[in-house]
């Protein structure tokens, strides 16, 4: 099961594994039908930077549309980047191609949402998870049998799944045969998109708990890409928070939560339903209006300037701000994040819906907007 | 009387000789103005049964096998076609999940809102179309007027979502049901709609069933909470009754299993181990048994019924159909409880609140 190299876990910890600089994704868009008029383009990653280190979990969330996914899918190199570079363990994947592209794919590997569309309907679970192996040519016949009964054994399921196809197993054990494949080339770095937003609570928590013991066991690096942020805040060493193309925020997971410093954060936050009636009563909630703006025509300034209910005349519209330090591991892309953080500068009222006040209806409770 | 009363509801589906048992005796009263969630999993018979309440279960498979659905005094599952037609938007309405599937794509929003408005409340062309501009900007949707010319890809997710709503409440309903109306949206998105949803209930005196998987979203809008598993309901209670004090194992589970925001991080989630009942064979016991760590003999052999706790009866009654309800030290234990005996739910630390 070990790799090659075993890696002084020492060392590991205090390196990148990946390291992204500006990196911008463009999509082309037409506006017409036939005879396209060239649009603008579709801006779905539009100058991010970030590093994941070594044996970390970094989490990636957003809105549908805000990036998140393009992002994943361009770390693999499965989208050519429009600008800006991508270091993987030291090497510029934008840079590589033909046989030194697949050497380094073989270290990264994906997890996708749909653990129904992912797989192949017409091979048996033997084939789905070997294929990998014979791709990069690392085994085949009676050792890749034999690799690929380890490899279920690692994600808990029994043997006997080998000869069975994908429709015969509920979605969970679906993505358990997702990440047996995932895992079959020992890969470092393991990006997982939704890997369980397709699934139930309850089997969700099976799901997550398999993640985290891989991770602990064969000491992967994720890239966990999701929507929900309880499930995110729970997996991930550090969150960092999209918008529309850009990252808006870095944090440690706990940090985030307990001290979000980006308007866009904060909503995110309250607009999570909490399962606790009592809690659900007494917070106060942030009530974003309108929808996220077209990505092919990014608002000038601040990108959340159009929704924001913390937005203050002319510089948040007209200056586009960067991510800052502002606490230790702590970046936020916000002009006034320090006044916000403090106070100084409160929400709309109109923003800021009124405590539920408990379900017996004592309306009292309710300030006055 | 309350205004609907759902009796012993039950739903099979019959495929190639097999058949599946997807709700089987599901009891509930609701009035007006009432606010009540149905939560569970993917397969346990949520959809269905709201499906079945308004007579528009996917045909031929499905058919309702027993039960009675009253409202206003009339049984709906034994009404003419004609007549539950007549109801079932004028008095009874509903909110899907995905609202691009719902709504017609090759019609404008003006057309489809307007039918409903003209077969229902009679109004003619013009009385109609005004109508419908106010309903839309009612439920928040910017130039009212203008939108109503536009087709539904032409609306966001969001936006699209509170076109079906205004689909639902144009002939002022007492009683919306609302199957997963926030699953296919964004946070933000889904805030905004459980505000509108909560506003209109608050407004218009509807009496609202949402139906939903996600146990934050009835903490938020449900005065009443029914925990659904294989077809029964194994659990109902107030909703902060049920939260603070759940007593069958698989709300207990369901609570466990997953993150939650505003408490510590946990190390390890507690996920509930195995998989749902295949549902193809008639329960004769407790269908959790096999994943449930109090099962006993009685589990195994006998279904558990929906059984009060505490004696408290009426809006008040804590109902649990299990043979052994969690016992109160394993939800200290799990931290759904406090230690001290004392029933307060109001009292935890408000970690979640930000200056």
């Known amino acids: ?369 | 009387m309350p205004l609907l009363e759902v009796r012993d509801l039950q739903v099979r589906f019959s495929t190639r000789g097999k058949t599946v048992y997807a709700v089987n005796g599901i009891s509930f009263d609701l009035d007006p103005g009432d606010t009540l969630g149905i939560v569970g999993e993917s397969g346990c018979g949520k959809s269905v049964s709201s499906l079945a309440m308004l007579g528009i279960l996917p045909k031929p498979a499905g058919r309702v096998h027993g039960g009675q659905v009253v409202f206003d005094g009339e049984d709906l599952l034994t009404l003419p076609d004609e007549r539950l037609r007549h109801i079932r938007g004028n008095d009874i309405a509903m909110v899907f999940q995905d609202p691009m599937t719902s709504l017609n794509p090759v019609l404008t929003v003006s057309r489809q809102l307007t039918e409903a408005l003209r077969t229902h409340l009679d109004l003619g062309k013009k009385e109609a179309a005004a109508e419908a501009a106010s309903l839309l900007d009612r439920v928040g949707i910017p130039d009212a007027r203008q939108r109503l010319r536009d087709y539904p890809h032409q609306f966001s997710g969001g936006m699209r979502q509170r076109v079906g709503i205004t689909m639902a409440i144009a002939c002022r309903p007492k009683v919306l049901i609302a199957d997963e109306p926030t699953t296919a949206l964004d946070v933000t998105i889904q805030a905004q709609i459980l505000e509108l949803l909560r506003t209109l209930v608050r407004e218009e005196g509807m009496a609202l069933i949402l139906v939903t998987h996600d146990l934050g979203v009835v903490a938020g809008i449900c005065e009443r909470t029914h925990v659904m598993y294989a077809g029964r309901f194994v659990e109902t209670a107030p909703t902060g009754e049920l939260f603070a004090n759940p007593r069958h194992p698989y709300t207990v589970g369901l609570l466990k299993s997953v993150p939650r925001l505003d408490a510590a991080r946990k190390q390890r989630l507690d996920p509930i181990g195995g998989a749902p009942r295949d549902q193809t064979s008639e329960p004769t016991a407790c269908a959790f048994a096999p994943r449930c760590a109090y099962a006993s003999t009685e589990s195994w052999e006998q279904l558990p019924v929906l059984r009060e706790l505490d004696g408290a009866t009426g809006p008040a009654a804590h109902r649990v159909a299990c043979w052994n309800p969690v016992p109160e030290q394993d939800l200290v234990a799990a931290g759904i409880r406090q230690a001290p005996t004392g029933r307060q739910t109001g009292d935890q630390p408000d970690e979640e609140r930000q200056a």
């Open chain 1, 1 to 369: 099961m070990t790799d090659t190299q075993p890696v002084d876990t020492a060392t590991r910890q205090d390196t990148d594994l990946v390291r992204v600089e500006d990196l911008k994704v463009y999509f082309p868009s037409n506006d017409g039908l036939i005879f396209g008029r060239k649009g603008n383009d579709i801006r779905a990653v539009d100058g991010v930077s970030f590093t994941i280190r070594r044996g970390e979990t970094l989490g990636l969330v957003g809105e549908s549309g805000c990036g998140k996914t393009t992002v994943g899918r361009t770390l693999l190199r499965l989208y050519d980047p429009t600008a800006g570079r991508i270091l993987f363990d030291g090497n510029d994947i934008a840079s590589l191609s033909g046989r030194n592209l697949r050497r380094l794919r073989r270290r990264m590997q994906m997890v996708f949402q749909d653990p129904y569309s992912s797989l192949n309907p017409r091979q048996n679970v033997a084939n789905i998870v070997s294929e990998p192996l014979r791709v990069h040519g690392l085994a085949k016949g009676s050792e890749a049998d034999r690799r690929v009964h380890e490899l279920l054994d690692i994600v808990g399921l029994p043997a006997a799944a080998a000869n069975r196809y994908p429709h015969e197993f509920s979605g969970g054990q679906r993505q358990r045969i997702g990440l047996a494949r995932s895992l079959a080339v020992n890969p470092d770095l393991i990006v997982a998109d939704e890997p369980v937003s397709a699934l139930d609570v309850s089997i969700q928590a099976q799901v997550i708990n398999l993640l985290e013991d891989l991770q602990n066991d064969l000491g992967l690096t994720y890239l966990f890409i999701a929507h929900d942020l309880a499930v995110v805040r729970h997996i991930s060493d550090r969150i960092a928070v999209m918008y529309l193309g850009t990252i808006v925020e870095v944090a440690p997971a706990d940090e985030l939560y307990a001290r979000p410093l980006h308007p866009y954060t904060k909503a995110l936050l309250s607009a999570v339903p909490i399962p606790d009636p009592a809690v659900e009563a007494s917070r106060e909630r942030i009530i974003l209006t309108g929808d996220l703006p077209s990505p092919a025509n990014p608002p000038s300034g601040c990108r959340f300037h159009t929704r924001c209910p913390y937005r203050q005349p002319t510089r948040c519209d007209d200056e586009e701000p960067a991510l800052r330090e502002l606490a230790s591991g702590h970046t936020a892309a916000c002009h006034w994040a320090e006044d916000i953080d403090s106070g100084t500068i409160q929400p709309r009222q109109d923003a800021v819906a009124a405590p539920l006040g408990g379900h017996s209806g004592d309306a009292a409770a309710r300030p006055v907007a």
